[in-house]
């Protein structure tokens, strides 16, 4: 199945820009200390206790752990979509808690793209219209040779001017990828983005966000509880208790089932 997603989005480009370079090991986001408690007193829960990370640039990561471990949490605090209580986060060189929340919604829609499940596509629009209206709302026009690149690489070049009803589950999430990339953001965050969809669309979902990182430079960070979603990655990061306790690169679904397992029987022992 993985291989077939491949090769739906194979193919050369050699009349488009090539993908940006990108500097080795190079941060695209990163936190310091961070830590998020919700509540006060009896019903104080520390949510992420005090995590240092980075995610490099041209790099495809997933965040991993057991329900309540923190994943989601970290994300949307590394997203700016939520506070966070101490420490530091950072998209590129702007630091998030020294923002104002004007100057916050104008880096979330300048420098991140945002892929959850639900799709979040408005009906009456078009592909094509749901994949730009971030930039029509902003009042940026896109950059025609990068669109039509983002098209190819999400193989939707046949279906821009359907309308989301018109479209299966996973043409509607490859939208929903398009239109997180097609403002070119120094990162995008997906929170479990296959997780409405069967097994073969979420392959080629991850197919395309694979090769959004090796074709077209982009930074991915995913949520996930997938082993075999976490496969697709460069990186696997595995939060526990809202801590950092391991970091896997090269991951498989095999590898990362052992790991996931091993914090399982840690877990059922401590």
């Known amino acids: 199945m993985r291989q077939e997603s491949l090769s739906v989005t194979t193919s050369t480009h050699s009349e488009t820009p090539s993908a940006p370079s990108v500097p080795s090991g190079a941060a695209a986001a990163r936190a310091r200390d961070l830590t998020k408690v919700y509540g006060q007193g009896e019903t104080r829960v520390v949510a992420l206790d005090s995590v240092s990370v980075e995610f490099r640039r041209g790099q495809f990561t997933a965040i991993m752990g057991p329900s309540g471990s923190g994943k989601s949490t970290l994300m949307h605090c590394m997203a700016g979509l939520d506070s966070i209580s101490s420490g530091s986060a950072w998209i590129g060189d702007t630091e998030l808690s020294a923002l104002k929340e004007k100057k916050l919604t104008r880096l979330r829609r300048d420098k991140i793209g945002f892929i959850f499940q639900a799709f979040n596509l408005l009906p009456t629009l078009n592909a094509l219209e749901n994949i730009t209206l971030p930039m029509d709302i902003a009042g940026r026009k896109p950059d025609r040779e990068w669109l039509d690149r983002v098209v190819e690489t999400v193989g939707l070049a046949g ?74 990655a460069d990186r ?10 391991d970091d896997m690169a090269d991951p498989t679904a095999e590898s990362v089932l052992d790991r996931m397992k091993a914090f399982d029987a840690r877990g059922r022992t401590s």
């Open 236 to 245: 696997v990061v595995f939060l526990a208790d809202g801590r950092i306790v």
């Open 159 to 232: 279906r821009l001017k359907h309308r989301p009803n018109q479209l299966s589950g996973g043409q509607q999430q490859r939208v929903a990828v398009a239109r997180a990339l097609a403002a070119r953001p120094e990162i995008i965050f997906g929170d479990e983005p296959t997780g409405n969809l069967d097994s073969r669309a979420g392959a080629e979902v991850l197919g395309f966000l694979r090769n959004s990182v090796r074709e077209l430079g982009q930074t991915v960070v995913m949520v996930t509880h997938d082993p075999v979603a976490a496969s697709y």
